[in-house]
Each structure stands twice: as structure tokens, then as C-alpha cells.
């Protein structure tokens, strides 16, 4: 397991607190900083991952829970009738994320707004979000990530043309979120609403062809 190095200001940070002001003050007036470089150390662990990759399939971009399965009339990137997949991600949850398939990134949108509760069903339209689309030969997916109530950060580590690998690493979302991962209704969905999911792992749909 390794630390993604968004996590190092935090960490550092509260360690250094916790020695000022336990050497200023009392060792028990650091002892909370302390905790809370084990926790931020907990939370931008990234777990060392071996990757099945297959094409026939689209893998979780994220560890959490599936939150809301909708079918669409269509999407502006995959332009074809398709199903919503979303993956609500809590404070306890990995926060990096992985690419569903191995593809291109066509289009990159990244958008401001609000930092509502990631569980209520209008957050992908009024919170910051960001968008990548994804296509290879085969199919064209959407990602978004969406920042929750305590997010205030959505990192993203590559651009637009950027070639993805399946289950590579592609971002994070600092503090509480969520996911939606926009496919071509002609992939069969394999999981279902209260299903736990664990990123670059977890089957979450198929593609008929």
C-alpha cells in the first residue's frame, strides 16, 4: 500500500502541529493532530491492486456503494439509450479512482457549483463535478465524479487524449463523494442497488455485442 501524494500536506501538516503543540502546551494538547495524521494517512491510502483487465467488461471506478441504478433516454457523449451506475464513496471508503475501461479520453469537462450531501439525487447536476469520457473500439462511457457536503477537492492526474489503461488510476476525491458511471444500455449490469463495489475489482457490467 502506498499514500497518493495529495494526502502528504495533510498528513505532514498535523504532525507537525501535533509537536508544536505538544512541546508548546502538554503532550495530550497534540495527541489530536496526531490522530488526525492517521486518519488522513488512512484515507489517501491507495492499496496496491493486481487488475484482471478484460474487454468484455467495465469495472468500478471506486470502492463504495451502489447507490442508484437509471436507465437514460441518452447521454451527450455516448449518444445511444444507457443506464446510470451510481457509486456513493463514504469517509471510510479508498478514494482513488480507476478507469472502467481501457480507452481514450475524448472529452474532459470540469464543472463548479455547490458542495451538497453526495447522497441526494440532484448532486451530479448542481455540485462540483468532473467529466471524462471514455472510448476505445468498442463502446463510449462517461465518468463523473462529484464532490459531497465535505468534498471540496476533485483531483485529476491526467487530460484530455491521455490513453487509460483499464483499472489505472485516473483521480481522487478528497473527503466523502460519489461516482456515476454512464454506459450504452446494451451492457448488461451486474450489480444491483446496495451492492458493494471495489474499485478496478469489482465487475459492474458487460458488454453484449
Known sequence: MTIVR?????????????LLVGYAIHPA??????????????????????????????LSPADGTVQEIVDLETDDF??????????????????????????????QKYFCGRFRPAYKDEVGFSNEHHLI????????????QIAGILARRIVSWVTLDDDLKQGELYGMIKFGSCLEVVMPRRVAVQVKKGDKVVGGKTVI???RD
Not at 495529495?6 to 501535533?18: R, S
Not at 445511444?80 to 472502467?100: A, D, G, L, Q, W
Request: aromatic residues 12%.
Open 78 to 107: 455516448v449518444r445511444e439509450p444507457c443506464t446510470k451506475v451510481v457509486i456513493f464513496m463514504s469517509v471510510f471508503n479508498v478514494h482513488v479512482n480507476r478507469s472502467p475501461i481501457a480507452g481514450k479520453i475524448k472529452v
Open 6 to 18: 495529495d494526502g502528504y500536506p495533510f498528513i505532514g501538516g498535523c504532525l507537525a502541529l501535533a
Open 133 to 144: 469520457g471514455l472510448e476505445n473500439e468498442r463502446i463510449r462511457i462517461t465518468v463523473k
Open 205 to 207: 457490467g458487460r458488454i
Open 29 to 58: 494538547a497534540g495527541a489530536p493532530f496526531a490522530v488526525l495524521a492517521c486518519y488522513f494517512t488512512y484515507f489517501f491510502r491507495n492499496p496496491a491492486r493486481t487488475i484482471e483487465r478484460d474487454a468484455d467488461v467495465i
